[in-house]
């Protein structure tokens, strides 16, 4: 992979594996699960080979997803503890939504938005994942009485559109601050990226570069 | 009966257009079970296996007179026997036939997210087209009276067609064709009711003042109903519902949050094409690279000076 010479690493290759089996599985588990909830979706199923294929595959994804984020869990909980700096970045969102990040507050590695996808989803997740075992005919339909079940269903609906906007949140996020895709998929920033939109977390980067031995070169 | 074109459907599972419904000039259809009049016999059980080809697989001895012990993928109608002492102190012995009730608002249609996979006919008549069945299980959440089973070998719901099959064709269900003693009576939906009346007049000056027929309100009413001695308490009978009713969680669930839930995703994607359109991408300038340099390099050039 070419990188700039000034280029930051922001994801290691473990955190964008990771990452991107969550994505892979979250998106087919949407398709699937829209396709199961709302009948003008339905034509999704075809994604999948038919209905009963679908709904044959959507809990086995839905283990694939809980078992890869518990990893997104464990790489990034500690960069997504709640701080000072994540209040004074919601109260200046107003400026967020408009591109100017002179207004905006200084923030570390992520900001407090960043920190609510992960959040929510640390909470979404496992309830869709416990909710999905109740409901999932095959192997526990005479597990529970019908009345949990359908309550069930009912937590596994409202969670999953829950997820679903969080999600999309998180992907229009990615799309509309530029390079962030790229921090995902190849890896790294410029210092420019992490100067206007992280900069707490390039000071500490650069002070933790010139505890290290020997300094970094620059070309 | 997928095979045979029906053109007279009046519900259709997840279906959000009007189903094929130009022939539905017909009478609607119920099954009256006089449960006052049936001896236990369950020939309408052996008939429905004969009839739909059905063998269940022969269980044990559960200490009940009920065989099996409950309803299945291939077991469609139940004798359910219960004992009960009433007031004088007598035995009762409350035998009903169990199966689907073909309510004119089912709950398994409605929870059913498979396009067609449940369909209501003009008749009155609730259909599986199993076909279409995607084995969710949503039936059996949305059904008040507990009756849909999905099978274990092909994932697919099952439940009592009132011999749609027969039914179209003129004739009345096997059940009905094999009760011994008239218990089990089928016709229109009005005929019935006149002929439950007659009954329930019977049983009164009988002494059972409570008798009346069991047709509940809350799903529309049905079309399999009983008359009943005891009317005022129909869970007697086996935990028939006293008040049958789609539960709130499924109403709310297949109700007002469907279309909400759709329409708030869609209006989110929407909502952050529009803000890519106003606000535009957030990119980073010549001057933010400049500052990040400037940060990583004063970094390296305060080392020495910064060591304590």
């Known amino acids: 992979m070419t990188r700039p010479n000034n280029a930051i690493t922001r994801y290691t290759a473990a955190n964008r594996v990771n990452h991107w089996i969550t994505a892979l599985c979250f998106v087919l588990l949407t398709l699937s699960g829209l396709a199961m909830f709302h009948p003008m979706l339905f034509f999704l199923s075809g994604l999948f080979g038919g209905g009963q294929w679908m709904r044959a595959a959507h809990p086995w994804i839905g283990i694939v997803l809980m078992a890869s984020y518990l990893g997104l869990i464990i790489q990034f909980w500690r960069e997504n503890l709640v701080n000072r700096d994540d209040v004074a970045w919601m109260k200046s969102i107003r400026y967020v939504a408009v591109n100017d990040e002179e207004h905006v507050p200084p923030v570390g590695r992520n900001n407090a938005g960043q920190k609510m996808v992960f959040w929510s989803m640390t909470l979404l997740v496992p309830a869709l994942f416990f909710s999905g075992l109740l409901i999932w005919e095959v192997y526990f339909g005479a597990a529970t009485s019908i009345p949990v079940q359908r309550v069930a269903v009912l937590v596994h609906s409202l969670a999953a559109i829950a997820a679903i906007l969080v999600w999309v949140v998180h992907v229009y996020a990615a799309i509309w601050i530029r390079h962030s895709v790229r921090a995902m998929t190849q890896g790294y920033v410029t210092p420019g990226w992490a100067w206007r939109h992280h900069r707490k977390w390039l000071w500490e980067l650069a002070s933790e570069q010139h505890d290290k031995a020997p300094p970094r070169k620059h070309p | ?308």
């Open chain 2, 1 to 308: 009966m997928s095979d045979l074109q029906s053109q007279d459907y009046v519900r259709r599972s997840a279906s959000t257009l009007t189903p094929p419904s130009v022939r539905s000039h017909e009478d609607e259809v119920a099954k009256l079970i006089d449960v006052s009049r049936c001896i236990g016999c369950k020939a309408c059980q052996s008939a429905c296996m004969e009839w739909n080809d059905l063998r269940p697989e022969v269980g044990h001895f559960e200490g009940s007179y009920e065989n099996p012990a409950d309803l299945g993928p291939s077991v469609w109608t139940l004798m359910k026997f219960a004992e009960h002492e009433n007031e004088q102190g007598n035995l009762e012995w409350l035998i009903r036939k169990d199966g689907c009730m073909h309510c004119e608002d089912p709950g398994c249609l409605k929870a059913c997210p498979a396009p067609g996979a449940i369909v209501q006919y003009a008749n009155g008549i609730v259909d599986f087209i199993s076909d279409k069945c995607i084995g969710c299980g949503y039936c059996v959440k949305g059904c008040p009276f507990n009756i849909p089973r999905i099978s274990k070998q092909d994932h697919k719901s099952y439940k009592c067609t009132l011999c749609s099959d027969r039914v179209s064709v003129g004739l009345e269900p096997a059940c009905v064709k094999a009760c011994p003693t008239g218990a089990i009576m089928f016709g229109s939906k009005t005929d019935m009711k006149h002929q439950a009346a007659e009954r329930i007049e019977d049983l009164k000056s009988r002494g059972f003042d409570q008798a009346g027929l069991y047709d509940p309100p809350e799903v529309g009413g049905t079309h399999v109903m009983y008359v009943l001695h005891h009317a005022d308490k129909p869970s007697l009978y086996s935990g028939l519902p006293d008040k049958p009713r789609i539960s709130p969680v499924v109403g709310a669930w297949k109700g007002f949050i469907k279309p909400l839930a759709v329409a708030g995703i869609a209006l989110a994607a929407v909502g952050a094409f529009f803000h890519w359109i106003t606000a535009g991408p957030n990119e980073v300038t010549e001057e933010d690279e400049a500052e990040g340099e400037r940060v990583l390099r004063e970094a390296d050039a305060h080392e020495p000076e910064k060591s304590p």
